[in-house]
């Protein structure tokens, strides 16, 4: 995440409050049952977010089902190819509009004089994630 530019060390203001973390942890397992990998992800604790202050928007743009069958059945009509595609770290990609604070979960420990994280992009679990996810796709889009 650090690599990505999603976040960095910070002092918490004064004003502001920072939002809780927490790491959660899955295990991947193949078809047989047995263990493929191990996966974590940092999450935030968003439900102690207000809104006007950490968030303003929160809608998602989401395609319906009878809009993404009728591209399908004008596809297949015309012969067009289809093909999908998956954003890996999708949440990962959108920009933060809003200055947003979060604690570091236990055992993650910062230099001397920093308390917490502030975000540039967003991470899962905060309220605007899913609103901020699409906009880097869109962007590339229009160009």
Do not use: H
């Not at 002092?11 to 049952?33: H, S």
């Amino acid at each position: 995440m650090r690599l990505r530019g999603v976040f960095r060390a910070a002092k918490l203001p004064n004003n502001q409050c920072a939002v809780g973390t927490k790491w959660v942890f899955k295990i991947k397992r193949k078809a047989d049952g047995s263990i493929e990998k191990y996966k974590d992800r940092l999450v935030a604790k968003g439900f102690v977010q207000k809104y006007g202050i950490d968030y303003t928007e929160t809608f998602s743009p989401v395609v319906k089902y009878v809009t993404l069958r009728m591209i399908v059945a004008i596809a297949k009509f015309f012969g067009w190819p289809l093909d999908q595609l998956d954003v890996v770290t999708a949440f990962l990609y959108g920009l933060m509009k809003e200055k947003v604070f979060c604690s570091i979960p236990e055992g993650v420990e910062l230099d001397d004089g920093f308390d917490c994280v502030e975000l540039f992009k967003a991470i899962y679990g905060l309220k605007q994630a899913s609103r901020l996810r699409p906009v880097p796709l869109y962007q590339g889009c229009r160009r």
